[in-house]
């Protein structure tokens, strides 16, 4: 069923410390449970699974449940110790596990949405399940009665979702590559604002309370910082996965952000220091450098008597150039691009060797990712993905030993 893993511990990378192995498909959600050496697991395969490490070291199945639908998405709350399973079918099923987590009592079932739900979140001090779903829409419902509180829809499926407990604001990523920040009220909810910086789905999305800072993950491969509490607008950028960004989680103690993507990459951000905003892009009918016009400025062409060339922009300055005035490549950190993109040759005449040194550590995880999760206090990371493989790290080499708190990784 799970296998231990023996690997030697190497400086500043993550240690696999286990794999579980046992679902028979694609593992949709993973969380570790808090002060406890278990894990929960939800799987397309329509089990939920919990996991406690046993003396020999290998993880071993303490409860197994059969749904009647492929799980989708789960959330659990340890204080109270109660499990919400996300299905395919659009219900969210709410039950109660045992102490020793050996024993998983069904509560109710809540009849979220109509079809498969992609995020969930539980707030105790109101008593609300909410959640978004391929229906297109976020419902919030009463975990006393039962009952729908409230529903917003949207123009795509909504795919992601984070909430403010305090001010009762959600943030909703959706297929569009937009990001709703709602207020919810008790049976209504007002639209704040939409932010729009992405050029794929909004993958996953994570929210800071004490910094007010929203995180986004995308297909497009990149993480938007957005600062939120600011109220400035102002975003960072982060480029350096090779595939979509499917889940991210900042570190708010150690200013890191880890992010995870769907083909094995495991990025490390450093956030505390003075990073760059990403320029607009210019708009211009010729070369803003070369005077060059472009292939669509028809009476430039015409009078000079020359061939439009094709557009390109200098990631560093936002400059709309021509090829022959930005033939060079180079990465620039502390704006967030990671791996070499396009600059103009002005540009990367400014750039010194000091200024191409990395921001982020990056790791290879080896499998497909699709859900990550994290117990930032003793500096663990739980992944799952497609490969129905979910891996156990310790983090701490790359995020601080600090965090770790009795936990061994023998």
Not at 12 to 34: N, T, Y
Request: aromatic letters at 10%; hydrophobic letters at 35%.
């Amino acid at each position: 069923m799970a296998a231990e893993i023996h690997s030697r511990p190497q400086s500043r990378r993550p240690v696999l410390l286990s794999k579980v192995e046992g679902h028979q498909d694609a593992v949709s959600a993973a969380l570790l449970i808090p002060k406890e050496d278990g894990v929960i697991t939800a799987g397309e395969d329509r089990t939920i699974r919990v996991w406690l490490k046993r003396d020999s070291g290998q993880y071993w199945p303490s409860i197994y449940h059969t749904m009647a639908s492929p799980c989708s998405a789960m959330a659990y709350h340890h204080d109270s110790r109660r499990i919400f399973v996300g299905q395919d079918n659009g219900a969210i099923m709410e039950f109660h596990i045992s102490e020793d987590f050996n024993k998983m009592n069904f509560v109710k079932t809540y009849p979220a949405h109509q079809n498969r739900v992609s995020a969930i979140t539980f707030c105790l001090a109101s008593e609300w399940l909410i959640s978004t779903g391929h229906d297109k829409c976020i419902s919030w419902m009463c975990t006393r009665s039962g009952s729908m509180l409230g529903r917003h829809y949207f123009t795509s499926w909504a795919s992601c979702l984070q909430y403010d407990h305090e001010t009762q604001h959600a943030f909703v990523g959706d297929y569009s590559g937009q990001i709703t920040l709602l207020k919810l009220e008790q049976n209504t909810c007002s639209v704040i604002t939409t932010l729009k910086g992405h050029e794929g789905s909004i993958t996953a999305l994570w929210w800071d309370p004490v910094q007010r800072l929203l995180f986004s993950g995308a297909s497009d491969h990149s993480i938007i910082m957005w600062d939120i509490g600011g109220r400035k607008g102002r975003t960072l950028l982060l480029q350096g996965h090779h595939d979509k960004v499917q889940a991210i989680c900042y570190i708010q103690l150690t200013r890191q952000l880890v992010s995870c993507s769907a083909d094995g990459g495991i990025a490390v951000w450093n956030m505390d220091i003075s990073r760059e905003e990403a320029p607009q892009w210019l708009e211009s009918d010729s070369c803003q450098k070369c005077e060059q016009p472009f292939f669509w400025n028809i009476k430039q062409m015409w009078d000079t008597k020359t061939i439009g060339l094709r557009q390109h922009h200098c990631r560093k300055c936002g400059q709309a150039v021509c090829g022959k005035c930005s033939t060079k490549r180079s990465s620039y950190p502390i704006m967030g691009f990671e791996f070499q993109v396009r600059v103009c040759d002005s540009c990367f005449e400014s750039i010194k060797d000091e200024d191409r040194t990395s921001l982020a550590t990056f790791h290879e995880g080896k499998h497909n990712i699709s859900h990550m999760s994290m117990d930032i206090s003793r500096g663990l990371m739980v992944t799952c993905g497609s490969d129905r493989i979910v891996k156990i790290w310790d983090m701490t080499p790359v995020v601080g030993c600090s965090l770790a708190t009795g936990f061994s990784s023998r």
